[in-house]
């Protein structure tokens, strides 16, 4: 009655029968969920406070649908694709199965002879009688099945049921003979948890995917990932995010990576690696094979300590197409390591993210060698950095030589019209550009109508991005001298080499 008096004020059509129904689904739903944080790990909760909980549930469910002009979400149930490889995907509102909910959820894995071979439970939470019913399916399905997605499925859970549940499921996935992918991510596993998936870790022996994203992954975490995993040599992508690692932990990872010849796609961001982890990442994927495509080592303290190895990493790595680096305080000294050493391999480089890095204008030089002449590169970030005009100027060189770029990032750079207008005659000639942000700089709206000038007399007015957010100060027109007077560093060969 509420649902429907709630609808009817808004004016919304909805007829009774679909009111009938969302009402039994939401109420299924808070139930559920005051059922699961009833129970804490020194007892249960007051009734009142589980009542409230209830209510509170109730009531968040039927003015979504209220808002969202009367849909809503049905019970978990499975998204089916045909024709003899079905996909099995929970992936939608929270909610807290029981083992009723997952059976109808299940209903498709748990037909005989189902040939389902990818599964997403992520978004549902698991208790210890949902996961029973989860396990059974997948151990129905453990022939055909090649990818499972089990991220975020503890949620609101107590810690002993949450690693029950994971115990479960993993035991169940290590029957699973033919598993390539495996995401744990956004479980809140900690070094308890990485056990507790122990089974699904150890009898893999095909896998080649492993996502350990937003998990906790502390320096004990990372041991017993490194433990646990030990057939790797299929291994061709493994991400590690916002976790905390520390140098410790990160050289745990690497011991994996050393003995994965396979690995393409390497992530470890956000993860408070320093100098020591970072140059021991490097030298195990260095050392393991040549077939990195990817590597995101972002938001790391690593300081341009890992420069050096790090450098030896790239230059090893012909098939390497994506380097993200922001936020590693490389500095200029260790950005123009990396930067040469780009500039000398790295053909096929088409991502270069060296964003909140400390580059000054005399680490520009290295950074427009690296970019010139790269054919494929079509991304280039170096947002927040401290270029000044004398640094854009000369990255700017590099950016007209790179025929493939679409996305350029100057923003938070101190920049003022000499600088802004002379990243915009960069770009004029680059045929397939689709933006050029230059917010976030100093530049006076007189400099701001020149480069709006520049770009629309070469048909690039289009990829211009907002400009809204430059505080204005005064321009300074560059004295093309002092462009010139920086330490060399055996630059200037080089810069003459690739025709800037």
């Given at each position: 009655?509420?649902?429907f008096?709630?609808?009817?004020?808004?004016?919304?059509?909805?007829?009774?029968?679909?009111?009938?129904?969302?009402?039994?689904?939401?109420?299924?739903?808070?139930?559920?969920?005051?059922?699961?944080?009833?129970?804490?790990?020194?007892?249960?909760?007051?009734?009142?406070?589980?009542?409230?909980?209830?209510?509170?549930?109730?009531?968040?469910?039927?003015?979504?649908?209220?808002?969202?002009?009367?849909?809503?979400?049905?019970?978990?149930?499975?998204?089916?694709?045909?024709?003899?490889a079905?996909?099995?995907?929970?992936?939608?509102?929270?909610?807290?199965?029981?083992?009723e909910?997952?059976?109808?959820?299940?209903?498709?894995?748990?037909?005989?002879g189902?040939?389902?071979?990818?599964?997403?439970?992520?978004?549902?939470?698991?208790?210890?009688?949902?996961?029973?019913?989860?396990?059974?399916?997948?151990?129905?399905?453990?022939?055909?099945?090649?990818?499972?997605?089990?991220?975020?499925?503890?949620?609101?859970?107590?810690?002993?049921?949450?690693?029950?549940?994971?115990?479960?499921?993993?035991?169940?996935?290590?029957?699973?003979?033919?598993?390539?992918?495996?995401?744990?991510?956004?479980?809140?596993?900690?070094?308890?948890?990485?056990?507790?998936?122990?089974?699904?870790?150890?009898?893999?022996?095909?896998?080649?995917?492993?996502?350990?994203?937003?998990?906790g992954?502390?320096?004990?975490?990372?041991?017993?990932?490194?433990?646990?995993?030990t057939?790797?040599?299929?291994?061709?992508?493994?991400?590690?995010?916002?976790?905390?690692?520390d140098?410790?932990?990160?050289?745990?990872?690497?011991?994996?990576?050393?003995?994965?010849?396979?690995?393409?796609?390497?992530?470890?961001?956000?993860?408070?690696?320093g100098?020591?982890?970072g140059?021991?990442?490097?030298?195990?994927?260095?050392?393991?094979?040549?077939?990195?495509?990817?590597?995101?080592?972002?938001?790391?303290?690593?300081?341009?300590?890992?420069a050096?190895?790090?450098?030896?990493?790239?230059?090893?790595?012909?098939?390497?197409?994506?380097?993200?680096?922001?936020?590693?305080?490389?500095?200029?000294?260790?950005?123009?390591?990396?930067a040469?050493?780009?500039?000398?391999?790295?053909?096929?480089?088409?991502?270069?993210?060296?964003?909140?890095?400390?580059?000054?204008?005399q680490?520009?030089?290295?950074?427009?060698?690296?970019?010139?002449?790269?054919?494929h590169?079509?991304?280039?970030?170096?947002?927040?950095?401290?270029?000044?005009?004398?640094?854009?100027?000369?990255?700017?060189?590099?950016?007209?030589?790179?025929?493939?770029?679409?996305?350029i990032?100057?923003?938070?750079?101190?920049?003022?019209?000499?600088?802004?207008?002379?990243?915009?005659?960069?770009?004029?000639?680059?045929?397939?550009?689709?933006?050029?942000?230059?917010?976030?700089?100093?530049?006076?709206?007189?400099?701001?109508?020149e480069v709006?000038?520049?770009?629309?007399?070469?048909?690039?007015?289009?990829?211009?991005?907002?400009?809204?957010?430059?505080?204005?100060?005064?321009?300074?027109?560059?004295?093309?001298?002092?462009?010139?007077?920086?330490?060399?560093?055996?630059?200037?060969?080089?810069?003459?080499?690739?025709?800037l």
């Amino acid at each position: 009655a509420n649902l429907f008096c709630l609808a009817f004020t808004k004016g919304l059509p909805i007829t009774d029968d679909v009111v009938l129904d969302a009402a039994c689904t939401f109420e299924r739903r808070a139930y559920t969920a005051a059922t699961v944080s009833s129970n804490v790990t020194t007892g249960s909760r007051p009734a009142a406070e589980t009542t409230l909980g209830y209510a509170r549930k109730l009531a968040e469910l039927m003015i979504e649908m209220v808002k969202s002009g009367g849909k809503y979400e049905p019970d978990a149930s499975a998204a089916i694709s045909g024709a003899g490889a079905e996909v099995v995907d929970l992936m939608g509102s929270r909610d807290f199965l029981t083992s009723e909910s997952t059976e109808a959820a299940l209903r498709t894995m748990l037909t005989p002879g189902s040939q389902v071979s990818k599964v997403r439970f992520s978004s549902k939470s698991f208790g210890r009688d949902a996961a029973t019913v989860a396990a059974k399916a997948l151990t129905n399905v453990s022939k055909t099945i090649s990818i499972a997605d089990i991220s975020d499925i503890i949620a609101g859970r107590p810690e002993d049921e949450a690693l029950d549940s994971l115990r479960i499921i993993s035991a169940a996935l290590a029957q699973a003979t033919h598993l390539k992918e495996l995401n744990l991510s956004d479980n809140a596993l900690g070094e308890k948890g990485v056990r507790a998936c122990s089974e699904a870790l150890t009898k893999q022996t095909c896998l080649e995917s492993l996502s350990l994203q937003n998990v906790g992954c502390s320096i004990f975490a990372c041991k017993a990932v490194a433990e646990l995993l030990t057939a790797s040599q299929h291994l061709r992508q493994l991400h590690l995010f916002n976790n905390m690692s520390d140098n410790e932990g990160a050289m745990h990872i690497a011991s994996i990576l050393a003995r994965s010849p396979c690995m393409q796609d390497f992530r470890m961001a956000s993860s408070r690696v320093g100098p020591q982890g970072g140059s021991a990442l490097a030298q195990a994927l260095g050392g393991a094979g040549n077939s990195l495509v990817r590597l995101d080592i972002s938001d790391n303290p690593m300081t341009e300590g890992v420069a050096p190895a790090l450098a030896a990493l790239v230059r090893s790595q012909p098939q390497i197409k994506a380097l993200n680096l922001n936020d590693t305080s490389l500095t200029d000294k260790g950005a123009t390591a990396v930067a040469l050493a780009i500039a000398e391999s790295a053909p096929k480089l088409e991502e270069l993210e060296m964003a909140l890095n400390e580059i000054t204008p005399q680490g520009a030089r290295a950074v427009a060698v690296a970019v010139a002449n790269k054919q494929h590169l079509w991304k280039l970030n170096l947002r927040e950095n401290e270029l000044e005009d004398r640094g854009a100027v000369i990255i700017s060189k590099g950016i007209a030589k790179a025929p493939a770029l679409r996305h350029i990032d100057l923003c938070g750079n101190q920049l003022k019209r000499v600088g802004a207008v002379a990243a915009a005659k960069g770009v004029a000639g680059l045929a397939g550009l689709q933006l050029l942000a230059l917010d976030e700089n100093m530049v006076s709206e007189a400099g701001l109508d020149e480069v709006r000038q520049v770009m629309s007399q070469a048909g690039k007015a289009a990829a211009l991005g907002p400009l809204e957010e430059n505080m204005e100060e005064s321009d300074e027109e560059l004295d093309e001298e002092e462009e010139e007077e920086q330490e060399d560093s055996g630059l200037s060969a080089l810069f003459a080499k690739a025709g800037l």
